[in-house]
């Protein structure tokens, strides 16, 4: 494994090699156990949208990994004034050992890959997220003990997290049921993936892909960067999409229900359903520091 790029170019081995990874490392950092895996190595790490998790839980695993982490914001960056990411790959490859990218179009990350010598790690593209779903399916073994033959059951807006979660899923042997309205579909390359690997299915009846499920999650309906649609996003999705109480009836009992954050309550989430779920929902946001100093871990340490 060279890149995080996308769920799609990870094998299901290597997903189950970074959890249990993350699991470890999880373990030595509870435990006052020190693992400097990257001692010496700078992590750069361009962002292109704004971020709270992403930022702090990279910036603090490298610290805990002997390393450090630049913050390399795109209104710093003569990448932001229009230099090609062909050449900001590699400048920045001269000085780095990895670089994570949070950025819109997905051949931005792919061609900082292509261009560059370090590993890169996708932060958050307008396709995918997958380093929250690596956190999300950590979450999720870590809570049922297992993701094999459990039901994923994603109810929103078909977008970067859906599109990773049902990936990460399918890889991880879960049966995954999404529920979008009409034309909020997930990528279409996604949706030819599912088709022949697993169990899944699209709906646009939020209480059908619920129905059963072990583990619900949902998501913003505007995501970054479609701000200006937010207005006619909300009244497709109002009253509809939005996992409540009702919803949480039709799933299997002891069902989880994960949220990427941030949440707008009231809207994808109710307060209530939030809240007595939150402990989930911040073990969640924790494991993104575990399951990220895996993927750094996997993708830069020198043996
Ligand atoms: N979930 C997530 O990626 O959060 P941030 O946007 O705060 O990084
Ligand atoms: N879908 C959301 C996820 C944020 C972590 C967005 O892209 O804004």
């Known amino acids: 494994m060279k890149h995080l790029l996308s769920m799609l170019s990870l094998s299901t081995e290597e997903i189950t090699d970074i959890l249990n990874l993350a699991d470890q490392l999880k373990y030595e950092n509870k435990h006052g156990i020190k ?48 230099e090609p990411v062909q050449d900001t790959a590699r400048v ?26 370090v590993p890169i790690i996708n932060g958050l593209t307008d396709f995918c997220h997958p380093c929250q779903v690596l956190a999300d399916l950590m ?14 059951c994603y109810i929103g807006d078909g977008n970067n997290m859906a599109n990773s979660l049902i990936v990460g899923g399918l890889k991880m042997g879960m049966t995954v049921s999404v529920a979008c309205p009409e034309n909020y579909d997930p990528d279409k390359k996604v949706l030819d993936f599912a088709e022949n690997n697993g169990s899944f299915s699209l709906v646009r009846n939020p209480l059908e892909a619920a129905r059963g499920a072990d583990v619900i999650f949902t998501d913003v309906w505007a995501s970054m960067g479609q701000e200006d649609e937010a207005a006619e996003r909300r009244r497709v999705f109002e009253g509809v999409y939005q996992v409540n109480r009702k919803l949480l009836d039709a799933a299997n009992s002891g069902c989880m229900v ?4 941030p949440a707008h309550r009231g809207e994808e989430i109710t307060e209530e359903v939030f809240e007595s779920h939150a402990g989930e929902i911040f073990d969640e946001a924790e494991n993104r520091l575990h399951a990220q100093k895996a993927v750094m871990v996997t993708l830069m340490e020198r043996k």
């Open 258 to 261: 994960q949220h990427c954050l």
């Open 92 to 117: 920045l490859s001269r000085y780095l050992d990895g670089i994570m990218i949070r950025t819109f179009e997905q051949s931005e990350v792919e061609n900082l890959a292509k261009y560059g010598s």
């Open 35 to 82: 693992h400097h895996r990257l001692e010496g190595q700078t992590l750069g790490m361009i962002f292109q949208k704004s971020s709270t998790r992403t930022r702090v839980s990279f910036e603090t695993g490298m610290y805990q990994l002997g390393g450090q982490a630049l913050f390399l914001s795109n209104r710093d960056l003569q990448i932001g004034r229009g």
């Open 139 to 152: 979450t999720v073994r870590e809570h049922k003990g297992h993701l094999d033959g459990l039901k994923m």
